[in-house]
């Protein structure tokens, strides 16, 4: 039996100054709610994030997990959770105050289904480019998650978002837990930790049920729109297709699939001349592909360990 019927795990690392606005906003929206509780895993900070969560001591479950990895994180949130529904949000983001309502509710109308995702709409630092915010690349980097369909099973090969999705406990407790070679690892990644575990259990036949009016907004910050890390997501996100995904069967050279080559040459000549005509946002979408197409030639020479 579950002693609560949700538990909220906000997994952080070294982002104290996002847990100043996060964390009071989930603790107004459960404070009357007593089925619930906040897990708060701090993944080995080094900066205030102890101090902040002592603020809260009496709202929230503080647990350290000193092995680096957001999904090491997960993982041991999962192990120590005791509510019936585990709902997964990042560090930056704010629930509409319908959310926690929609989550309980979508559960209880879908009850032969396990996962969940709900709606995920950023709000961009002032004066952020219109190229970053309408970019081909904004979904993924800045984990927009707004399907064209309405509630339901999810469509085609779409998953719910990591910052805004929700699982019954009894998936959980058959022994599936995050893959802890991949995702967010103190300031380096390799992208896609929520991407693989939906994946692999859209492959055992668990299939997400999507819930729009369950809405977070995620907060980007001013670094998160700069070129650099525009492109350092895209090259982590590389690396997470190559060990998600893989190459099977492809022809390689020094143990390289072949096609990247092209693609890389191909890509870099068109950010090129996109950039030399001033077209500032089709430049950077060729760009992102080679950095992306770069990650995916590091993944592949440099594969994590077998996945479980």
């Known amino acids: 039996m579950f002693s609560l019927l949700i538990s909220i795990i906000i997994p952080t690392y070294n982002r104290s100054d996002m847990l100043e606005f996060t964390l009071p906003t989930i603790v107004e929206l459960g404070k009357n709610n ?3 509780e906040i897990i ?5 900070s080094s900066d205030n994030t102890k101090q902040v969560a002592a603020r809260y001591i009496d709202q929230i479950r503080y647990e350290f997990v000193a092995k680096q990895g957001k999904n090491n994180a997960l993982n041991k949130a999962i192990d120590v ?3 019936e529904i585990l709902v997964f949000i990042d560090d930056d983001v704010t629930p509409d105050q319908k959310w926690l309502d929609e989550i309980i509710r979508s559960c209880e109308d879908w009850p032969e289904h ?18 970053v915010m309408h970019g081909e690349f904004a979904p993924f980097v800045f984990a927009i998650h707004d399907l064209p369909q309405n509630e339901g099973p999810y469509q085609d090969d779409a998953t719910p978002s990591g910052p805004n999705c ?24 390799v992208s896609g930790s929520e991407l693989e575990f939906f994946t692999r ?3 055992q036949g668990v299939i997400p049920v999507y819930i729009p009016v369950a809405e977070v907004q995620h907060n980007i910050q ?4 700069t070129t650099k890390y525009l492109l350092k997501r895209s090259y982590a996100s590389g690396m997470g297709y190559a ?7 492809v022809n390689r050279i020094f143990g390289i699939p072949r096609y990247l080559f092209l693609q890389i040459v191909v890509n870099t000549l068109k950010g090129c001349w996109q950039f030399l005509i001033n077209h500032k946002k089709r430049s950077m979408e060729f760009f992102m592909i080679v950095a992306h197409r770069c990650g995916c030639i590091k993944g592949s020479l440099n594969p994590p360990p077998i996945k479980k």
């Open 166 to 189: 929700w699982i019954r406990k009894r998936l959980f407790d058959t022994g599936v837990r995050y893959d802890g070679n991949i995702g967010p690892k103190g300031t380096g990644r």
């Open 201 to 203: 259990m859209k492959v």
């Open 34 to 36: 007593k089925e619930l």
């Open 114 to 131: 396990d996962i969940f995702g709900g709606k995920v709409l950023p709000k961009f630092p002032i004066d952020t480019p219109d190229w």
């Open 81 to 83: 959770a005791l509510g």
């Open 222 to 225: 001013n670094f998160q729109t």
């Open 40 to 44: 708060l895993v701090d993944n080995n």
């Open 243 to 249: 060990y998600i995904y893989g190459f099977e069967g």
